[in-house]
DNA sequence: ATTTTATTGTTAGTATACTAACGAGACTTC
DNA sequence: GAAGTCTCGTTAGTATACTAACAATAAAAT
């Protein structure tokens, strides 16, 4: 307790930054950033492609369930539908039967898209993890699920 | 191969957003960036406090520097210095040495809430991973620093 | 010594990602 | 059926995070 090692620690100076869960997680988060637009283009960014995902795989439903189901809030869902209906890739209509809702579905364009960067996006994943050994691979993916 | 899963996944059925590093890593992250609000309040921001703690560190050095550091190109590491020198968290003199450089470094003000928010910063750390058992925690960690 | 190259910091533009407040519609409850 | 409550989508504001282009300074190459 009156050792050196006790009043270092007691000033604080075994907070090393670089050891911080937060600090990799935004690291690596930036990694996979910078291969998905090397892979994609200019053509989506990871929560457009996201929100295209799941379009694909749910077919229609409200913005705000998007926004839910992707993991975004009411503010940042709305600019993501926002640009794919200007870029072509979804398109809306109010439903009649909630006159607060809309109605986001796929277009032609939107799931051709979709089909065509699948190969792409599965590539990003393996790309992301390709430091890891195999094993490693699938405990990580665990442990993310585990920690979502 | 001709059965109706190799139809299907031909189709690019397959493709299932929820099990995708990117997804899972975003989601991560903004878990993270909740937990971080909700320790620091509106104090500090998580690269805010990167750049903080990283001049806590290494003292002063130069803008690009620091952004380097912690991980920030040079647009974003500017919005981060300029926000933390308005909060007076940390000052900027010219370099005498090199006319391009500013030196940056914490104020006495900024090195006080660093040190008060140590324990807020290793808080945050600990409840990041606390759905993990401590070995996973260890496993977890090692993975991220692989994958960096 | 001059030219080229590299680095430093700035600016403008776009896209997440959050908070907070808001109006409109739908639902509950009394 | 009127009041309160919830949900839906919108808007404004702030903070990352990137690209691209830019001017100023410094260092290297010729």
Not at 45 to 55: D, E, G, M, S, V
Not at 113 to 127: C, H
């Amino acid at each position: 307790m009156s050792s050196q090692r006790a009043t270092h620690s007691a000033r604080s100076a075994t907070y090393v930054l670089d050891e911080q869960v937060g600090f990799l997680l935004r690291q690596i988060n930036q990694r996979h950033g910078a291969l998905f637009s090397d892979a994609m283009g200019n053509e989506l960014t990871p929560t457009q492609w996201a929100a295209l995902a799941k379009l694909a795989e749910i077919g229609v439903c409200s913005q705000n369930q998007l926004g839910r189901l992707t993991a975004m809030d009411v503010a940042t869902i709305k600019g993501v539908v926002d640009r794919l209906i200007r870029d072509g890739h979804a398109e809306t209509h109010s439903d009649p039967e909630d006159g607060r809702r809309f109605r986001v579905a796929l277009t032609d364009q939107g799931r051709e898209t979709f089909e065509r960067l699948v190969p792409v996006a599965f590539s990003i994943s393996v790309a992301t993890l390709e430091a890891l050994l195999p094993k490693e691979r699938v405990e990580f993916l665990r442990l993310l699920k585990k920690l979502r």
